[in-house]
């Protein structure tokens, strides 16, 4: 057997975040988790050493807390042993109407879901580019492909994650590392529930978990979760700004 | 992408009754409850009719509390969290020899709600009922406490089969039984009267770990009784061990018609002479037939089917309910007949007791099912049996009270900060 895949996962106690740490743990690999709360995290690192993980690392961390990114990044890579998968995956869900309404709201979900996560994929570029070698994932989201009434403080940030993830990866053409923006639609998490949303746009967090798993492991570029986003979201794109304003979403 | 015009939120699997359905999702064990009334734990929503409902407040989605805290391959002991599945669990555990004590017909339920339950499998007459089997169990009550139970406990012993009313089950530590391997041989043994039946019983339950039989619930007169007895028991397969199998889903709900006694009378009887034979299944198909087919709840269409089980101390208990079930035109796609053995659980209200239980599923035409069902439930209260909570959605207070005799005794145990639609209804 080849030796374990070296991962490391910021916002490893997010819904989707365990759901790919699950996936990870199946195939035995050697995790290094960064997560706010040391309580969830070390709840977390338990479940993913009972599925076969071997969990090296454990770092509670505000990841606003810029300074930190480079630090945390070494530490885990000297951790592991070296970096084969960076999952960039924690965020915030801000509710959009107390978020338009007060600007500090926006701006504190701005820092976490955009301006951590873009110094964040820098930091670990630096050491992958370093290395030569790496797959660096992001989880953006449908919500930045095009700003919606119900959505929109959200979905600006993950449109600029997108935007900037696009531009690393273009940077880092001939380094060695591979970007993957990750765009899941609605997950069955705790972050959406209690909204009312169409069950049948609600994807399992384990089929999702696994897509994610499969397409860091084969270093795809762009990925829709589940598949079905990426056509949905081409026609909503494509759609007139009179029609698109008309719809409601 | 609201829906307007449906009710919303989480189902029973029976999806009666129906309505709107607040429901807030818990992502950690000690996340606050939240306020507006009484809660109620809801995990997979595998039960049919009301318990796993709430009246007046919002439901604790529970499914993410689904992370494993400890297993021990040598001992077989297994701590995780409560919305664990028992799926997950045996996806885990097959591999290292081991499996849940206890498996339902699907796979598909949480380990809270097999506890809240007591859930009851094809081995009950060698190994009884879930709650045998736990060691340890986490509770959170409304009153901001935090116990772990202990068989021997009054707690735990009316958490166990507690329907969720004691509090917020958090986590589940139980004890695995080892197996030699994934699969079952397995033995199919048509039967033509219940005494056959009853005949076959005798010969399988020293001999079979894994017993039930289906009954053709239409079959009348000389016919009543018949149907097949299937029985097992686990063996070593070829090298590593069955792979957990993708449910496909139906489609959409059925149209009406499909539903129609003639269909069922077709249905029953193609079934009925299906060759049943072979040799070797996996535990996945041997243990969770109801899942070879995804959401087949649906295929009782918008006004969703009842789940008539109940247990009877003997045979003669299950004819007249057939007689019945049969005679009331209240078709029946699945019934499913299994004796319990005698092994008791420490359940305050747990449900299964010596004798036999039978299990009837009745799509719901209104007035005359509700009769129907009615009338079962004095055959069972003549016969001085029980009707299980986990499957009902409209049995009396009386029925209810006349089957649970501990039931005072577990009352005084509920957690006021907790009720369900159908302790409302019960209990008023």
């Known amino acids: 057997m080849s030796s374990p895949r070296r991962v490391l996962i910021l916002g490893a106690t997010s819904g989707i975040a365990q759901a790919v740490a699950r996936a990870y743990a199946a195939s035995l690999a050697r995790l290094a988790l960064v997560a706010r709360s040391r309580e969830h995290l070390a709840t977390v690192a338990a479940d993913l050493a009972v599925r076969g993980a071997e969990v090296v690392l454990q770092r509670s961390a505000d990841l606003c807390e810029l300074e930190r990114h480079r630090a945390l990044v070494g530490e885990a890579e000297a951790a592991l042993g070296g970096l084969d998968v960076v999952l960039i995956a924690h965020g915030v869900l801000p509710d959009q109407r107390a978020a338009q309404e007060d600007p500090r709201r926006a701006v504190a979900s701005w820092d976490v879901n955009f301006v951590s996560a873009a110094t964040l994929m820098e930091a670990a570029a630096e050491r992958m580019a370093a290395a030569g070698h790496g797959t660096l994932g992001v989880l953006s989201s449908v919500a930045g492909d095009r700003g919606r009434a119900d959505n929109y403080v959200y979905g600006s940030a993950k449109a600029a994650l997108t935007a900037y993830a696009s531009g690393l990866g273009h940077r880092l053409r001939a380094s060695g590392v591979t970007v993957v923006t990750i765009k899941p639609g609605p997950v069955d998490t705790p972050m959406i529930a209690g909204r009312a949303l169409n069950p049948r746009l609600v994807a399992d967090v384990d089929v999702v978990g696994g897509r994610i798993h499969r397409a860091l492991e084969r270093g795809e570029r762009v990925v829709y979760v589940p598949g079905k986003w990426r056509w949905i979201m081409a026609v909503l794109r494509a759609l007139p700004v009179r029609l698109f304003e008309r719809l409601k979403l | 992408m609201e829906q307007p015009g449906q009710a919303t939120g989480p189902e029973s699997w029976g999806r009666y009754p129906r309505g709107d359905q607040p429901a807030v999702g818990l992502a950690w064990a000690d996340d606050p409850l939240p306020n507006g009334g009484p809660v109620l734990a809801y995990g997979m929503g595998r039960s049919y009719g009301d318990s796993c409902l709430n009246a007046d407040g919002p439901l604790l989605l529970t499914r993410s509390l689904r992370r494993f805290i400890a297993f021990d391959a040598d001992t077989g002991v297994l701590r995780a969290e409560a919305g664990t599945s028992l799926g997950e669990v045996t996806e885990l555990v097959l591999a290292r020899g081991w499996l849940p004590p206890v498996l339902p017909g699907t796979q598909f339920v ?319």
């Open chain 2, 110 to 428: 949480t380990l809270g709600g097999a506890v809240a339950n007591d859930i009851h499998g094809k081995n009950h007459h060698r190994a009884g009922s879930f709650g045998r089997h736990l060691r340890a169990l986490g509770l959170r009550r409304s009153d901001g406490s935090v116990h772990t139970l202990r068989p021997g406990e009054a707690l735990f012993d009316a958490t166990v089969a507690g329907l969720g009313l004691t509090g917020l089950i958090t986590w589940v530590e139980l004890q695995l039984e080892r197996v030699p391997g994934g699969w079952v041989k397995t033995e199919a043994i048509r039967f033509r009267s219940l005494e056959e039946a009853d005949a076959v019983d005798e010969l399988s339950r020293d001999t079979h770990a894994y017993t039930v039989a289906w009954i053709d619930g239409l079959a009348r007169g000389r016919r009543l009784g018949r149907g097949v007895y299937f029985r097992g028991n686990l063996v070593e397969g070829p090298g590593r061990p069955p792979r957990r199998p993708v449910p496909r889903n139906v489609p959409g709900e059925a149209p009406g018609f499909l539903l129609s006694p003639l269909a069922l009378r077709a249905f029953n009887a193609l079934y009925d002479h299906l060759p049943r034979w072979r040799s070797r299944t996996s535990v996945w198909k041997f243990f969770h037939p109801l899942d070879a087919l995804g959401g087949w709840n649906r295929l009782y269409g918008r006004r969703g089917f009842f789940q008539h089980q109940s247990v009877v101390p003997d045979i003669e208990g299950v004819r007249a309910l057939l007689a019945v079930s049969s005679t009331t035109g209240q078709g029946s796609f699945l019934s499913v007949l299994k004796r319990f053995g005698s092994l008791s659980s420490p359940g305050m209200l747990s449900f299964p007791r010596p004798g036999w239980t039978l299990a009837l599923d009745v799509p719901n035409r209104g007035e005359g099912t509700l009769a129907c069902l009615e009338q079962m439930d004095a055959v069972v209260r003549t016969y001085g049996g029980a009707v299980y909570p986990a499957k009902d959605a409209r049995m009396s207070a009386e029925t209810f009270r006349l089957g649970f005799p501990r039931l005072d005794e577990f009352s005084a145990h509920v957690d006021p900060g907790f009720r369900s639609r159908f302790w409302a209804r019960v209990m008023g």
